[in-house]
């Protein structure tokens, strides 16, 4: 049984930094791709930084230059380092991981941390 375990969330106000951990148990299989999302108030859940299938770190364009996503396989986490950030980066952050090929219909989500930035 997989189980992703978010932290690291809080309040800062805007142009501060945070950086959100995610520890995983259990096994994941190399299929799967570790992935961070999003979800503010009233808004659908949207991705924010994954690792694809080769490795490589791909971004959504309203975050890219301020969040690096990494990880540390020795210690099973995901990390998502956040600089500069905005109000509208406010809300519930997700780690997951999901299959590579299917996507977000075939995974395991954690159960979430907030993040809230203050003009």
């Known amino acids: 049984q997989v189980q992703l375990v978010e932290s690291g969330g809080g309040s800062v106000q805007a142009g501060g930094s945070l950086r959100l951990s995610c520890a995983a148990s259990?096994?994941?299989?190399?299929?799967?791709?570790m992935a961070w999302f999003r979800q503010a108030p009233g808004k659908e859940r949207e991705g924010v930084a994954a690792f694809d299938s080769d490795g490589s770190a791909s971004y959504a364009d309203s975050v890219k230059g301020r969040f690096t996503i990494s990880q540390d396989n020795a210690k099973n986490t995901l990390y998502l380092q956040m600089n500069s950030l905005k109000p509208e980066d406010t809300g519930m952050y997700y780690c997951?991981?999901?299959?590579?090929?299917?996507?977000?219909?075939?995974?395991?989500w954690g159960q979430g941390t907030q993040v809230t930035v203050s003009s």
């Open positions: 259990g096994h994941i299989y190399s299929s799967y791709c």
């Open positions: 997951a991981a999901l299959h590579c090929t299917v996507g977000i219909d075939q995974g395991y």
